[in-house]
């Protein structure tokens, strides 16, 4: 096994150097099998806030009343990338997205950006800096009747979340909330992947269960203690990967659910989280 793939393992798990690549060579150099080997033997962790990206480009956030939208754009150095130009561009992308309801690459694409198509402007962007620029995601969400979207860009473009609240309270303080809500989604480790246990995906839960049973059962104990063991487990996973019951990390002695709880009172009107978006620069061209 190469040392490159040895290190790769070695981000993605925090499993030693020595196990990443007898899980690799066990694997046969498939990734994502050595992942599930060393998860099994309790050598790697559940999950992970994700990683860095290699691909260059930058993630645009746009908010239009109860709309949001992200854009990632790309291109082929860093350079370009930090350029006014590509920055305005991405950022001129990501409105027309929210305001006129592009929600994939097509829909963008086809959309019109001062009298032509955004294709067509993409195509000159690309001539004037010399290099190729690639739309390579859109996403828009929408925020119940009435209700609000916010929104945060990390690290010059490198990552972009919106999220989306139902709500009747009105004012600063409610997209101070959703930009506040946005922070968290962009720093929490691990990243969440639903808002509550209701929309964590089930073929996720099997595979978390699978390998907490396998983990347990290396224990030896009696079959009725297992499995209260990975139930457990599993209750463990959900708190750690449902957003409203991650601890807030502006303040961890309170989970979202409380932070929310707690805003509405204030804000005069109950606050729920109802979706969220979260784009980190060049996942899009990762397997």
């Keep these: 096994m190469s040392a490159a793939a040895v ?20 694997a046969g150099g498939d990734v994502d099998e050595a992942v599930k080997l060393l998860r ?5 962790k559940a999950a992970k806030r994700e990683g860095r ?30 350029t006014d130009d590509f920055q305005q ?37 690309a001539a004037k800096l010399g290099e190729n620029v690639v739309v390579k995601r859109v996403a828009r969400l929408a925020a119940p009747d009435g209700g609000v979207t916010g929104g945060y860009v990390h690290a010059g473009g490198k990552l972009g979340v919106v999220v989306a609240l139902r709500t009747t309270a009105r004012g600063a303080g409610v997209e101070a909330l959703a930009k506040e809500i946005s922070m968290h989604v962009a720093a929490a480790d691990p990243s969440p992947v639903a808002v509550d246990r209701t929309g964590v995906p089930a073929d996720l839960v099997a595979r978390e269960r699978e390998i907490f049973s396998k983990q347990a059962a ?17 209750h463990k996973f959900y708190s750690e990967v449902c957003l409203v019951e991650q601890p807030f990390v502006m303040n961890p002695d309170q989970t979202i659910a409380q ?14 989280v109802t979706g969220f978006l979260r784009f980190r620069l060049g996942e899009a061209g990762e397997a």
Excluded at 7 to 25: F, N, P, Q, S, V
Excluded at 53 to 80: I, K, P, Q, R
Excluded at 220 to 230: H, M, S, Y
């Design 7 to 26: 290190k790769d393992l070695r981000d993605r798990t925090g499993a030693g150097m020595m196990e990443c690549k007898k899980a690799l060579t066990e």
């Design 40 to 44: 099994e033997r309790g050598l790697a």
């Design 53 to 82: 990206a290699s691909n260059e480009g930058t993630v645009a956030m746009a908010l239009a009343g109860s709309h949001a939208a992200l854009v990632e754009l790309g291109c082929e150095t860093d350079f370009v990338a930090r």
């Design 89 to 125: 561009f991405a950022q001129r992308l990501a409105q027309v997205a929210a305001e006129h309801g592009a929600d994939s690459v097509e829909a963008l694409s086809a959309a019109t950006l001062d009298g032509a198509p955004v294709d067509e402007r993409v195509k000159a962007v």
């Design 218 to 234: 290396q224990s030896g104990k009696p079959e009725k203690v297992i499995e209260k063991i990975v139930e457990g487990r599993i």
């Design 259 to 272: 932070v929310l709880a707690e805003r509405g009172k204030q804000l005069g009107g109950d606050v729920a």
